[in-house]
């Protein structure tokens, strides 16, 4: 159910294990990588954070070298940024990793195209899922409902002995399980009310060309505006500016600019818009809660039934991970079927896919919690969270202009170290006991040179 990332990918990984697999979507794709209205967030930035790079390499050896074959702006980290954060410009110390920050639309073309390659995979297009087939103990398929053409509405019954979702955050598994008599997933929920707005600039002053390739400036409790502008495959550059409930930017082109201008805290982004070009309209996304869907917790649910991608955990997308969260969870599906020393039964690969979101799901909803106004039935911070979010303000406060923090801290953000790296002797002692790197007072205009 769902032929986004998430769907794409894990179709490529079960068609190895089955005669057959097919990918019931709602959009049609004959745009190739044009917008399609069921990925309405492919109007915003996607970074593709080195976690996702990875796992997407393993699943498809050679598409790294597709994406840069497809010109998708490959950024270093932090060199080739100008970035901010509490006050304070980041220094742009020499690369520590990269990012990918080509559209959304291409990206998911690029994939679409390997995936549907292959010859056990089969597509089923303009067409919606409307529910499920079987009961509590096993899911037998699921009901189809077509979109258009002379059956547009007509449904009918599709076979299948795995169901997996893909259909992304507004997934309707929860009624479909209760209409069957099975028990819905306890939902775990931090939401801060972010919303987003973005608009397609070609810039004309040199600041965003050369050596400085995007401008960020990041959010947090004291300054909860972000926002900024990240370059796309065809030269122009995305620029987007988030803000929290009741304070949420304008989709209005002139207010766009407006905002801003009022609500960021250094000038150089609007003076950068004031001459470059607009081509595009802004547009607005505003569902963006911290959403993780608890399948692996005890339950009346039916065998043959599993979720993935933004279906079964999805995050404030400010953080950057939904799509690399969508290709480690194909990896963590790929593992978990090859496992020669356990049986797959749909609870162990369950727990498997929601093992592989558990690090995105820590950075995001773990920041957060301490987000003005954050609220859900996890939204609370108990004594553990206060404790931790101690040690990584410490860590936030130097990752900025410390190159062994920095690079720790990158790893954590990349999704390529765990969590627990940052406690490591060399990065706690640096983190208690070193005082802070001084940071640039104006926004640094190239990158440092690398130590010898
Ligand atoms: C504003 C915004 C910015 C983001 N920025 C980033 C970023 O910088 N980096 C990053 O890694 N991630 C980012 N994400 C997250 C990223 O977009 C998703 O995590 C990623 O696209 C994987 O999603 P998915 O495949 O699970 O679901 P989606 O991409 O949402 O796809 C769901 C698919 O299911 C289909 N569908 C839905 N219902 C049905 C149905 N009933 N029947 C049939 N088909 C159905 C839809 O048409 C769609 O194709 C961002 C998200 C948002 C909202």
């Known amino acids: 159910m769902g032929g986004s990332l998430a769907g794409l990918l894990a179709a490529y990984v079960l068609a190895e294990h089955a005669d057959r697999v097919t990918l019931v979507e709602r959009d049609r794709f004959e745009d190739g990588a044009g917008h399609r209205s069921g990925v309405p967030q492919a109007r915003h930035p996607h970074v593709l954070l080195e976690g996702g790079q990875l796992a997407l390499e393993s699943l498809l050896p050679g598409f790294l070298a597709e994406l840069r074959a497809a010109r998708a702006p490959r950024v270093g980290m932090p060199s080739d940024m100008v970035q901010w954060q509490d006050g304070r410009w980041f220094r742009r110390l020499p690369t520590m990793s990269h990012i990918y920050t080509g559209s959304r639309a291409q990206l998911e073309e690029l994939v679409r195209r390997r995936v549907l390659a292959h010859p056990a995979i089969d597509v089923v297009e303009g067409t919606d899922v409307v529910g499920f087939l079987g009961d509590a103990s096993r899911l037998r398929g699921v009901l189809l409902r077509d979109r258009s053409g002379a059956s547009r509405g007509k449904e009918r019954v599709f076979e299948a002995d795995l169901v997996v979702d893909a259909s992304g955050r507004g997934t309707k598994a929860r009624q479909w399980l209760e209409a069957i008599g099975a028990e819905a997933a306890h939902e775990e929920t931090i939401d801060t009310g972010l919303a987003y707005s973005s608009r397609v600039y070609r810039g004309k002053s040199g600041v965003l060309d050369g050596d400085t390739r995007g401008y ?27 803000g929290l409930r009741d304070d949420e930017p304008p989709t209005d082109d002139e207010q766009f600019v407006a905002y801003v201008k009022k609500r960021l805290p250094h000038p150089l982004l609007h003076r950068w818009m004031d001459e470059a070009e607009p081509v595009s309209s802004a547009f607005g996304y505003r569902r963006t809660a911290n959403i993780r869907r608890r399948y692996d917790l005890p339950g009346r649910r039916p065998a043959g039934f599993l979720a993935t991608g933004d279906a079964l955990c999805t995050f404030n997308p400010v953080y950057g991970q939904g799509m690399a969260v969508a290709a480690m969870s194909a990896v963590a599906l790929r593992d978990a079927l090859a496992d020669p020393r356990r049986t797959p039964t749909t609870r162990r690969v369950q727990e498997a896919l929601l093992e592989a979101s558990q690090q995105a799901w820590d950075i995001s909803a773990g920041a957060d919690r301490f987000m003005p106004g954050a609220v859900g039935t996890a939204a609370a911070a108990g004594p553990a969270d206060r404790a931790a979010n101690w040690y990584l303000q410490r860590v936030m406060e130097r990752y900025l202009a410390d190159p062994l923090v920095g690079s720790a ?44």
């Open 216 to 242: 960020y400036v990041y959010p947090s409790p004291a300054q909860t505006h972000a926002g900024g502008a990240l370059p796309l495959e065809d030269g122009t550059h995305l620029v987007i500016v988030s």
């Open 409 to 452: 801290f990158r790893a954590v953000l990349d999704l390529c170290a765990p969590v627990t790296s940052l406690f490591a002797p060399s990065v706690v002692r640096a983190v208690l006991f070193r005082p802070l790197t001084p940071t640039p007072t104006e926004p640094p205009t190239a990158p440092e040179e690398p130590a010898v």
